[in-house]
């Protein structure tokens, strides 16, 4: 652009003209959503107490075992 004598001063802006409020809005409508969604149990009645979750399930660390397993002479090999 320089080389056939452009003017490149629009190019090279430095203030920027756009406009983000509607995106900043959907952005907190969808972080408020999502603390609903995310906040855990939430007491029954007013003054009561949060009920428990049960855990969902246990998931063995293999490669710890492993290690114990080829250790007393049991195991997969290398």
Same mark, same amino acid.
């Given at each position: 652009? =320089?080389? *056939? $004598? ?5 190019? =090279? ?19 408020? *959503? ?11 009645? *007013?003054? $009561? ?12 660390? =293999? ?11 049991? $195991?997969?090999?290398?």
């Amino acid at each position: 652009m =320089l080389k *056939e $004598g452009k003017d490149i001063s629009k190019y =090279l802006r430095i203030e920027d003209d756009r406009n983000y409020t509607a995106v900043a809005k959907d952005q907190a409508e969808y972080f408020i *959503e999502m603390q609903k969604r995310f906040a855990g149990p939430q007491p029954e009645e *007013e003054g $009561g107490e949060v009920p428990e979750i049960a855990p969902v399930g246990f998931v063995q660390d =293999l490669r710890a075992d492993s290690r114990q397993w080829q250790w007393a002479g049991i $195991g997969f090999g290398e």
